[in-house]
């Protein structure tokens, strides 16, 4: 499994717990992932910044570019990810996310299902009515799904997620010029994307409960009490 990790110093302005920070997401990473296959793409970043990564990960981890938006450096991700392997596994990481310590294992046995993309992250939109603020396809505060079972998960089929996943190079190929398409303007469209793939039947599917959380207030992935884990 490769892990390109995205961190910037400019990020959106977000609420986040007190408990999320660059600091703490990516030791949390290191904790769950190891650093032994880890591309860090590290944007206009700070000295303070810079030396805080070095506490986790070696220099050779890290490549510094000064792009400053974020669909600017998933496609230099993306250019990366199709190096590798057909059949390797990208995960392709912002740098406000929380794991479980068996994220790794579980993200792995997401692709034993056979889905296109896999996100750990259970986004709690897909619980609110569009009237609640949630996902415009979730009537009645639930999606239309199908639940599936591996050896130590529950999964689902879900319309969006983040710029936050995984898939394999073979699939990231096939899916190019969707994934550049969302991703042509300074701000990454990932829902439009996301219902894109679903429409040429390249499925997304998350655990339940998600073994990972994006570092927001107001949209943690549900049932996990995350500040033990940060």
Not at 23 to 52: R, Y
Not at 62 to 76: D, K, R, S
Request: proline share 4%; net charge negative.
């Amino acid at each position: 499994m490769k892990i390109i990790y995205r961190i910037s110093d400019a990020g959106y302005s977000k609420v986040k717990p007190d408990y999320v920070s660059n600091e703490n997401c990516l030791s949390n990473f290191v904790d769950a992932f190891g650093w032994e296959d880890l591309h860090i793409i590290a944007d206009n970043v700070s000295e303070e910044t810079n030396a805080m990564m070095l506490k986790y990960v070696p220099q050779a981890c890290i490549e510094y570019v000064e792009v400053g938006n974020g669909a600017g450096t998933f496609n230099l991700a993306l250019d990366l990810a199709l190096l590798y392997e057909d059949d390797d596994i990208v995960y392709f990481l912002e740098n406000d996310y929380i794991h479980t310590p068996d994220a790794k294992k579980i993200l792995a046995e997401g692709f034993e299902i056979g889905a296109s993309f896999v996100s750990l992250y259970d986004h709690p939109d897909k619980y609110l009515s569009p009237d609640r603020g949630g996902n415009p396809y979730c009537q009645g505060g639930a999606e239309d799904t199908r639940v599936y079972l591996t050896g130590n998960s529950h999964w689902k089929i879900t319309n969006s997620t983040t710029m936050t996943f995984a898939a394999k190079v073979k699939t990231l190929k096939k899916t190019e010029s969707i994934l550049r398409e969302f991703t042509n303007e300074t701000h990454p469209h990932d829902f439009q994307m996301f219902l894109k793939l679903r429409e040429d039947n390249e499925l997304l599917i998350t655990p339940i409960p998600g073994r990972s959380t994006h570092g927001e207030s107001a949209w943690l992935s549900p049932l996990i009490k995350w500040n033990k884990y940060a």
